[in-house]
C-alpha cells in the first residue's frame, strides 16, 4: 500500500512534470484516494510550496504565476500529441491566404511543419519566427509589442493596434485551458486581448488544443466554444465534449 508521503512525492511529480494538473486528472490518476485525502495531499503540499493550489487542481511551483508556462517547459510536455495536431492543422493551409499563428509549444510545432508556399504569416511568437526562418517564399510578420520571455512572444496595445488593421483567413490559436464555466483561457491578459483581436479579424478561428487542456481554467478568458470554428487535437477528447462541440457547431478534426 502506498505510503501518504510517496502518494504525496508522486502528486507533487506528476503536477511538474504537466504544469498544470486538474483536480478531476487527480482523481484519475489516483482512484483509490477518496476526494478530501487527495484535498488534504493538496494542502499540505502547497503550504510546503512544492505546488501552487488554483482553482479546479493545482500548479508547478516552476511556473512562475503571470507567464502562462515557460515555453521551454511546455515544448517537452505532450511531444507526441502536439506532433499530431501540427500535421491536422496542415491541412487547413493553401497557397496565398494571410493566417495568424499565435504563441505557444503546439502552434510552434505547428510552424516546423509549414510548407514553403507563397502567402501572408503574422505571429506574434518568436519560436514560431524562428521555425519560419528557412522559408522563402511567404512574406512573414511579426507585430511590434512588449516582449514576455517566458513565452517567447511579443503582446501589448502595440501589437493589438496593428492586428486590427490586418484580414485574416485563418487564426490558430493556442490555449492554456478549457473549462465548460470559462471557456478557452490563459494566463496573461495581453495575451488574452491579442487573441481576441486576431480572432475578431478571421474568417475562421482554429484552436489548437491537446486534451491534456480540458478542465484546466486559467485567470483571463479568450472566448467561449461558440466562438471559434475549428478544433484541432490529439484524438483523445472525451464524448461529452465532443457532443458540446457538434451542438455548438464546432468542427473537431
Do not use: W
Not at 511529480?13 to 489516483?30: A, I, W
Not at 493545482?58 to 511546455?74: E, F, N, P, W, Y
Not at 493566417?99 to 501572408?120: E, K, N, V
Not at 465534449?241 to 478534426?253: A, I, P, S
Amino acid at each position: 500500500m502506498e505510503t501518504m508521503e510517496a502518494r504525496r512525492n508522486s502528486i507533487a511529480r506528476l503536477v511538474d512534470e504537466m504544469g498544470t494538473v486538474s483536480f478531476s486528472k487527480l482523481k484519475e490518476k489516483f482512484p483509490n484516494v477518496s476526494e478530501m485525502t487527495l484535498r488534504t495531499d493538496l494542502k499540505c503540499l502547497d503550504e510546503e510550496k512544492r505546488i501552487l493550489r488554483i482553482h479546479g487542481g493545482a500548479k508547478s511551483v516552476q511556473v512562475l504565476i503571470g507567464t502562462d508556462d515557460l515555453l521551454t517547459r511546455k515544448s517537452y510536455r505532450n511531444i507526441e500529441e502536439k506532433n499530431i495536431i501540427a500535421k491536422k492543422a496542415l491541412t487547413l493551409l493553401k497557397p496565398g491566404i494571410t493566417f495568424y499563428l499565435d504563441s505557444g509549444s503546439t502552434t510552434t510545432a505547428f510552424a516546423r511543419c509549414i510548407p514553403d508556399q507563397p502567402g501572408i504569416i503574422y505571429t506574434s511568437a518568436l519560436s514560431c519566427a524562428m521555425e519560419l526562418l528557412e522559408l522563402e517564399k511567404p512574406e512573414v510578420i511579426m507585430p511590434g509589442g512588449r516582449l514576455n520571455r517566458f513565452s517567447q512572444s511579443v503582446c501589448g496595445i502595440s501589437a493589438v493596434r496593428e492586428l486590427e488593421r490586418v484580414n485574416f483567413d485563418l487564426v490558430f490559436l493556442g490555449v492554456t485551458g478549457c473549462c465548460p464555466s470559462a471557456g478557452f483561457t490563459c494566463g496573461i491578459n495581453d495575451e488574452a486581448l491579442l487573441k481576441q483581436t486576431a480572432m475578431n479579424r478571421a474568417e475562421q478561428t482554429v484552436v489548437l488544443m491537446d486534451s491534456s487542456k480540458l478542465d484546466v481554467k486559467c485567470s483571463f478568458r479568450i472566448c467561449g466554444l461558440s466562438d471559434i470554428d475549428i478544433i484541432i487535437s490529439d484524438g483523445k477528447l472525451p464524448a461529452d465534449f465532443l457532443d458540446e462541440c457538434r451542438r455548438k457547431e464546432v468542427t473537431v478534426l
